[in-house]
């Protein structure tokens, strides 16, 4: 079945809020997962994968300790925190590339490298464990799959874009990641009672007038 | 005539309030007026390929619209519905019609794969083919009366046409990527829809025309040799009812960007108006044309809910104040726009004042018509927070969104006291009592969504406090990631005035239906008719020309009725 962005992102935000991560960090994944389709790769079944971790669980033991140096957490790092990060710190990429330690699905990373490529106006290359992805923020090179996790991921400005990946205007999710981020999201929405269904949004008059 | 003196629009202090945005009127630059101007400007061609509905009412047919460029198709499913499963609700099964807008002319395969979709509406799936999907309910008094008296040979009853003013009413319109239609993205850069929800727009005007045709035909068949066509006056009469709940109060709070942009553009035109140093005799005149035709509307305007007529009162005391104050000799002081409506403020309720804001647009169509191409989000980038900021700087953009809301104590129940949420019942956004139900009492669950941008925004304002005002939002954003929501918002109103209501969205006293009144205004509605504190019936269309009446002359002041010649 093929979905529209819009549909892939909703899913996705609720996905991730119901997987316990915050609004805020909810909104990026599903810009992210939204980017990663539209860039022709499955970002359901990546972010799918990732949530199925619940890395949300201890978040502190996923972030960087410290963003000064080689961000390094405590234990594996959760791409989208890393991800955001990387979005908000794109001017420190003028200075050094921004490497990583030990990180869980590096694709989910690609759109937040291009937020930086847009706001630095270059292009931006991410290499990890042989796997090399280039976007100037529009245009991705990158291959179909990327690992699960690796044990590094180097970010730095530069770069050539090679083959591009195809723009999609539809998605097309792995039918298992999809329904893993649709019960995610389920966890967002309350149970139907009486009570609610009468108060929660209705006039409560007849509507065959 | 070109503006001589600068006046600022009104501040969002004063306009982003619930109490204002509760009583905003259209205006020339509402979405459908936006779209019939265009069709007729265009000279678009209305074409109905098909009819094939049978004696039950059940049955197919398709509208389409040809633009110079492309067509669009409105493609309609009509239903035998029985009279119990009438409701307006989102979480409702069938409807006594359902619709999808196609891009193009679809084929007989596209509407058999449409018809196994569309009227299951939420249960159905649809393709990047379709630009929306609706449905729409019977009001059932009014369609008996009309289909009845058509029937045996007369016209229905003006009176009865004016008390409901619609045969049918639109329950959802869906569109923008919902089940499956295609994103606003793809079709966008198209000059035609490019201004929001013109696709919707038709969506409806092409259902009003459908609903005209069924009734006639269901008149049709009762009648037989006997039943007759309603008379085009008559029918221009009736619009499209729409019912809305929820759903729209999320949207605004969702989109910053884009309800700034509907209420900075109209601002900026008001704003220009009073910057006039005159009026012309013609300008005057005009507008006390108009001003006598919206007085007839507003004598149309009908409404059971305490709330509303209490706001009908006062328009209409508002009304008679405007009729003595506005006379040409006052008109013909300096910068007449501009003293009355500074009359206004200090004189007016705000139903009024917002009314009168609206009317003295209508003489300057040149002035006001071309801001409609900057009520679109074409501004991707804003999600993208910028970490460099200075904690300082985050803050002080906080203070200007929600400085007034600072010194609220959110921990007091009554500021607090309400929660959105989502249903798994049809997903239905829906709006609870935080401490009195039980799926908010139970701390293991948390499903309230992120609408209560001024209670977020004063917890990261205060905990920005505790940080060093030199060190960097990304700094901060790292170790409090909870408040990655509202420093993105506060970034977004850096540019955005008009994006953040000014008001608690999670207050016992909230009305939602001021959050819905505000975007059904932008459409284009009338006759907002609240049934709840969270539900509201409008009029879309009505007095607008069918597609086989639209011309320049008669595409964009239809909203307000024809005064007796």
């Known amino acids: 079945m093929d979905y529209s962005l819009n549909e892939i992102e909703l899913i996705a935000k609720r996905a991730t809020r119901g997987a316990g991560y915050v609004w805020g960090m909810a909104e990026e994944a599903a810009k992210a997962t939204r980017w990663l389709c539209s860039r022709d790769m499955d970002g359901g079944s990546e972010l799918a994968r990732l949530l199925q971790r619940e890395l949300s669980q201890n978040p502190d033991k996923h972030v960087p300790i410290n963003i000064e140096g080689d961000w390094k957490g405590a234990e594996v790092l959760c791409p989208l925190m890393v991800g955001a990060s990387l979005s908000d710190c794109a001017a420190r990429l003028k200075r050094a590339p921004i490497r990583t330690g030990r990180i869980a699905s590096p694709a989910i990373l690609l759109p937040f490298g291009a937020n930086a490529a847009r706001a630095l106006e270059c292009s931006i290359s991410l290499e990890c464990d042989g796997f090399k992805a280039v976007t100037d923020g529009i245009e991705l090179s990158a291959p179909d799959e990327f690992p699960v996790e690796v044990d590094a991921v180097s970010v730095r400005i530069g770069g050539m874009l090679g083959d591009l990946r195809a723009h999609r205007t539809r998605s097309h999710p792995d039918p298992d990641g999809w329904e893993i981020l649709e019960a995610f999201a389920r966890k967002t929405y309350a149970p139907a009672t009486e009570q609610s269904r009468l108060l929660g949004a209705g006039a409560g008059l007849s509507d065959n007038d | 005539m070109n503006p001589a003196v600068k006046i600022e629009r009104r501040p969002p202090s004063e306009v982003m309030r619930l109490k204002r945005l509760g009583c905003l009127h259209q205006c020339r630059l509402s979405f459908m007026r936006i779209l ?5 400007r265009e000279n678009w061609r209305f074409t109905r390929p098909l009819f094939d509905i049978n004696d039950k009412g059940v049955g ?15 493609v309609a499913f009509a239903h ?12 409702a099964q069938a409807w006594d019609a359902t619709f999808t807008l196609f891009d193009g002319i679809p084929a007989p395969g596209d509407i058999d794969r449409l018809e196994q979709n569309v009227p299951f509406q939420e249960a159905g799936r649809l393709h990047e083919s379709e630009l929306s999907m609706s449905r729409a309910n019977r009001s059932v008094r009014l369609w008996n009366h009309v289909v009845d008296s058509l029937a045996q040979g007369r016209q229905p009853d003006i009176e009865q046409i004016d008390e409901v003013g619609y045969l049918m009413r639109t329950t959802a319109v869906y569109g923008s990527g919902k089940f499956g239609t295609a994103d606003f993205e793809t079709v966008s850069a198209r000059d035609e829809l490019q201004a929001p929800f013109q696709a919707e727009m038709l969506s409806v005007y092409l259902t009003r025309a459908f609903v005209r045709d069924l009734a006639e035909h269901a008149a049709g068949v009762r009648g037989g040799a006997n039943a007759t066509r309603l008379e085009p006056a008559l029918a221009r009469r009736l619009g499209i009812g729409n019912s809305t709940g929820l759903g729209m109060a999320p949207f605004l709070v969702h989109h910053p960007v884009l309800f700034n942009n509907w209420i900075m553009v109209r601002e900026e035109a008001i704003a220009r108006v009073r910057a006039l140093e005159s009026a012309s005799d013609e300008e005057c005149d005009m507008f006390h044309n108009m001003l006598k035709r919206g007085v007839l509307s507003v004598e149309q305007w009908r409404s059971d809910h305490p709330a509303q007529l209490e706001k009908l009162t006062c328009l209409k005391d508002d009304i008679r104040k405007i009729e003595k104050f506005a006379t040409r000799e006052n008109l013909q002081r300096d910068h007449p726009w501009n003293q009355l409506m500074t009359w206004a403020a200090s004189t007016l309720t705000e139903e009024g004042q917002e009314w009168l804001a609206s009317l003295i647009l209508e003489p300057y169509g040149e002035l006001v018509d071309g801001l409609a191409s900057c009520m679109s989000d074409g501004n991707r980038d804003a999600f993208t927070i910028n970490g460099a900021m200075s904690v300082r700087d985050a803050r002080a953009l906080i203070k200007e969104s929600f400085g007034w809301a600072l010194n609220i104590d959110w921990n007091a129940k009554e500021n607090c006291a309400r929660a959105w949420y989502v249903s798994e019942e049809k997903l239905e956004p829906r709006l609870g009592e935080r401490f009195e139900e039980d799926i908010f009492t139970d701390a293991s669950n948390d499903f309230e969504q992120p609408l209560a941008p001024a209670r977020d925004g004063v917890a990261a304002y205060k905990a920005l406090e505790q940080w060093d005002g030199k060190k960097t ?42 959050m ?21 019936r409008i009029r879309m269309y009505a007095g607008a020309p069918y597609p086989d009446e639209l011309n320049t002359q008669n595409a964009d002041l239809w909203v307000y009725p024809e005064t007796a010649a």
């Open chain 2, 36 to 40: 019939t101007r265009r069709m007729a």
């Open chain 2, 60 to 74: 197919r047919a398709v509208y389409t619209a040809h633009t110079s460029e492309r067509p669009y198709s409105l």
């Open chain 2, 80 to 91: 035998d519905l029985p009279d119990e499963m009438r409701s307006d609700r989102v979480i």
């Open chain 2, 473 to 514: 939002v990304a700094e901060f954003l790292l170790r409090h990631p909870e408040h990655r929501y509202s420093i993105r918002r506060a970034q977004i109103g850096a540019h955005t005035p008009y994006g953040e209501i000014h008001d608690n969205t999670i207050s016992a006293a909230l009305l939602p239906i001021d």
């Open chain 2, 516 to 536: 819905l009144r505000a975007k059904l205004s932008f459409f284009g509605a009338t006759h907002f008719d609240p049934r709840s504190d969270r539900w509201v």
